[in-house]
């Protein structure tokens, strides 16, 4: 039962652009959101999160958003560059389950000169 | 510092032998995870540790065991290897309390069960 749902299997954007990748999920518990990147043959690395309590998180270029009432967040990555191209997890968490993390399948993004 | 380190990086098994995963880290964290990737897949929760002599079972727990016996070393045992345990398999680690959201990852170790 995947309580984190990443969408886009896939994502091509410009360099300079901006790239947004969504993430639903199911779970009404969850109380933090989480991303993380990760390279081919590296372990994932923490990118940005944002708690329940906020809507909106900001860490220069990455940008996250929570819509609580549609279970929804997205990443914003602006401006894209080609050193952003990974694979990026969505994941969430309830504090009350030990900080376990609970992940989406990854949308992999392609950032092109 | 190191990080989180894993031995070994690839593994080939055949079906009912046994193995250990190693994991260390030297950061000083208390909280300690190990997660399955399966292809195409998200991360799946095994088994965790919020300290020494401390686990608890996450999501797929099945065919595996741990061991916490310091802060350091968090190994994963596989017991009688399955086909299904073909996958990549990543230890993290991490502050507890609050920022125990933020997971620091190994690089992983790639097992194929034959």
């Known amino acids: 039962d995947q309580q984190v749902k990443q969408n886009s299997p896939s994502l091509s954007v410009q360099e300079g652009r901006i790239s947004i990748l969504n993430c639903d999920y199911t779970n009404s518990m969850f109380d933090y959101f989480l991303w993380y990147k990760k390279y081919p043959a590296e372990g994932p690395t923490f990118l940005i999160s944002i708690s329940s309590i906020k809507d909106k998180n900001e860490d220069g270029r990455f940008t996250v958003f929570l819509n609580k009432s549609a279970k929804h967040l997205s990443l914003h990555i602006v401006p894209s560059q080609p050193g952003d191209s990974a694979v990026y997890f969505c994941?969430?968490?309830?504090?009350?389950?030990?900080?376990?993390?609970?992940f989406g399948k990854g949308t992999s993004l392609l950032v092109t000169p | 510092n190191a990080g989180v380190t894993q031995t070994p990086k690839f593994r080939i098994l055949k079906i009912g032998q046994s193995m250990t995963l190693q994991c260390t880290q030297d950061?000083?964290?208390?909280?300690m995870y190990w997660y399955r990737q399966d292809p195409g897949m998200g991360l799946k929760l095994i088994y965790y540790?919020?300290?020494?002599?401390?686990?608890d079972k996450g999501e797929v727990p099945n065919g595996y065991n741990v061991s916490r016996s310091t802060t350091e070393d968090f190994p994963l045992r596989l017991e009688l290897a399955a086909p299904s345990q073909t996958s990549v398999y990543f230890c993290?680690?991490?502050?507890?309390?609050?920022?125990?959201?933020?997971?620091?990852f190994g690089p992983g170790t790639r097992l194929t069960v034959t």
């Open positions: 994941a969430a968490s309830n504090s009350n389950s030990g900080y376990a993390l609970n």
């Open positions: 993290a680690s991490s502050y507890p309390g609050d920022r125990a959201y933020e997971q620091y």
């Open positions: 950061m000083n964290h208390n909280y």
């Open positions: 540790s919020v300290g020494a002599g401390i686990t």
